[in-house]
């Protein structure tokens, strides 16, 4: 049975037996999949298993028990809340930093092993001057990056390298996929710096384990020099030139910022190869890509963008959002002490079947007609003051690679089939068992 909680006292805690179910069926997954890079094998086990449906469930029937407020688990030594409710979610995303802190321990446990300095994981005093840096390189607030052209011209050149290719799978895409990455962040001779990448993976298997595992201080030391080797060769029109010619305050730590974000664009890599899915399965909406003239709308390719964006809403690439409480914070009269913190289950608000009639639909109109935007825990670069600074470069890139894709090829999903033309869209899927023919002469 639930345990009340009286006005005044602190949130709600689950029972032992719920707590269970939570680590089991919600976060167990999450964190078998790997949270910072993900295990295939486990990923194709968690599609069979359904296992974003089966959290949802967990936590809506929480939410039933419980109520809307948030609810912390049974665990020893740690206050750790769980967020049930969208208006809470957005409270937490809105109130960051302060009194919602996105260095959230465990966070800053897993991502040290490989961006000691990043933003993301910083204290306040030094979240003041690196995030205005992040915005300014990353050209947060503007619809399209500075190098836009530069985007779109590697994006093209990499895409007609895809030309016999006899199946696009996963393995195939994201080796596209990095050069183009590398290309855009780093300039055309880095093209082929495997090592770099390889670096960067190695050390991202070592943040999945987080304390139980030591950081390896040569391998992270070796991914310095070579950022620091790419920003002073780095021709004009590459992110690193950028970076090179930005000023920052003492403390900014320019190439500490550069591992997140290339980790981010990882997570945009399986988001186009899904979002391609979408399209080989909903042929009216890939003619609407294919016919879309950028000119029209600034340099923007809106119905591409929106693709990308549902993929993110249909399966996020951030399973958990994590917060601490730096105060105490009151929950309706409940209060959550501070070092309490919160987790935001990126799929169950995203798929709420009970707030939202296209819950389980492929619906890219949401996100041009602003219903996603007023669905307050939709958020697939986060949100609020720290929402994601490098959404801007990221949508730039991964648009033009899905438009490039689709307008040179015929896309077709090679068999076993998970994304279908009508009906529901899965709750849970594999990115790297999906494979395409590309029949040139689109």
């Known amino acids: 049975m639930p345990r009340s909680s009286p006005a005044g006292s602190t949130l709600p805690r689950l029972s032992f037996a719920d707590t269970a179910r939570v680590a089991a069926g919600v976060f167990g997954p999450i964190l078998a999949q790997g949270v910072i890079v993900r295990r295939p094998a486990v990923v194709g086990l968690a599609e069979r298993l359904d296992t974003h449906r089966q959290a949802a469930r967990i936590l809506g029937d929480l939410r039933e028990r419980y109520g809307r407020g948030p609810v912390l688990l049974a665990i020893p030594g740690r206050d750790l809340a769980v967020v049930l409710d969208p208006d809470d979610a957005a409270r937490?995303?809105?109130?960051?930093?302060?009194?919602?802190?996105?260095?959230?321990?465990?966070?800053?446990?897993?991502?040290?092993?490989?961006?000691?300095?990043g933003v993301l994981i910083s204290d306040a005093e030094h979240r003041m001057i690196r995030r205005p840096w992040n915005e300014e390189v990353l050209d947060h607030r503007e619809e399209l990056h500075r190098l836009h052209q530069h985007v779109v011209r590697v994006v093209r050149e990499e895409v007609a390298g895809l030309?016999?290719?006899?199946?696009?799978?996963?393995?195939?895409?994201?080796?596209?996929?990095?050069?183009?990455?590398?290309?855009?962040?780093?300039?055309?001779?880095?093209?082929?710096?495997?090592?770099?990448?390889?670096?960067?993976?190695?050390?991202?298997?070592?943040?999945?384990?987080?304390?139980?595992?030591?950081?390896?201080?040569?391998?992270?030391?070796?991914?310095?020099?070579?950022?620091?080797?790419?920003?002073?060769?780095?021709?004009?029109?590459?992110?690193?030139?950028?970076?090179?010619?930005?000023?920052?305050?003492?403390?900014?730590?320019?190439?500490?910022?550069?591992?997140?974000?290339?980790?981010?664009?990882?997570?945009?890599?399986?988001?186009?190869?899904?979002?391609?899915?979408?399209?080989?399965?909903?042929?009216?909406?890939?003619?609407?890509?294919?016919?879309?003239?950028?000119?029209?709308?600034?340099?923007?390719?809106?119905?591409?963008?929106?693709?990308?964006?549902?993929?993110?809403?249909?399966?996020?690439?951030?399973?958990?959002?994590?917060?601490?409480?730096?105060?105490?914070?009151?929950?309706?009269?409940?209060?959550?002490?501070?070092?309490?913190?919160?987790?935001?289950?990126?799929?169950?608000?995203?798929?709420?079947?009970?707030?939202?009639?296209?819950?389980?639909?492929?619906?890219?109109?949401?996100?041009?007609?602003?219903?996603?935007?007023t669905s307050r825990a939709i958020v697939p670069f986060s949100a609020g003051p720290a929402r994601c600074p490098g959404r801007t470069l990221v949508l730039d890139v991964t648009s033009e690679l899905l438009a490039a894709t689709v307008g040179r090829f015929d896309v077709t999903a090679v068999p076993p089939v998970r994304v279908r033309t009508g009906g529901p869209v899965p709750r849970t899927l594999a990115h790297t068992g999906l494979r395409f023919r590309l029949t040139p002469g689109a």
Do not use: C
Not at 95 to 112: C, D, G, I, M, Q
């Open 92 to 117: 937490v995303l809105e109130e960051s930093p302060h009194p919602f802190t996105p260095a959230n321990r465990e966070k800053v446990t897993a991502l040290r092993h490989f961006e000691p300095h």
């Open 163 to 373: 030309e016999g290719l006899p199946v696009l799978d996963w393995d195939a895409q994201a080796a596209a996929f990095w050069r183009v990455v590398r290309r855009v962040v780093l300039g055309d001779a880095a093209r082929d710096d495997h090592e770099l990448t390889d670096l960067m993976v190695d050390l991202r298997a070592q943040a999945n384990w987080a304390f139980l595992r030591p950081r390896s201080t040569r391998r992270l030391r070796r991914l310095g020099e070579l950022l620091r080797r790419h920003v002073a060769e780095a021709p004009p029109e590459s992110l690193a030139a950028v970076v090179a010619r930005t000023p920052g305050l003492p403390g900014t730590a320019p190439l500490g910022q550069m591992p997140q974000w290339l980790f981010a664009f990882d997570a945009a890599g399986i988001a186009t190869h899904r979002a391609l899915a979408l399209l080989a399965a909903h042929p009216q909406v890939l003619a609407q890509v294919r016919a879309e003239d950028p000119s029209a709308h600034r340099g923007l390719r809106p119905t591409a963008r929106a693709t990308v964006l549902e993929s993110l809403r249909l399966w996020p690439t951030t399973l958990t959002i994590l917060r601490d409480g730096v105060a105490e914070t009151d929950w309706s009269g409940r209060t959550a002490p501070a070092g309490t913190g919160f987790a935001i289950v990126s799929s169950y608000f995203h798929r709420d079947a009970g707030r939202l009639a296209w819950a389980d639909a492929f619906a890219p109109e949401i996100w041009q007609d602003d219903r996603a935007q």
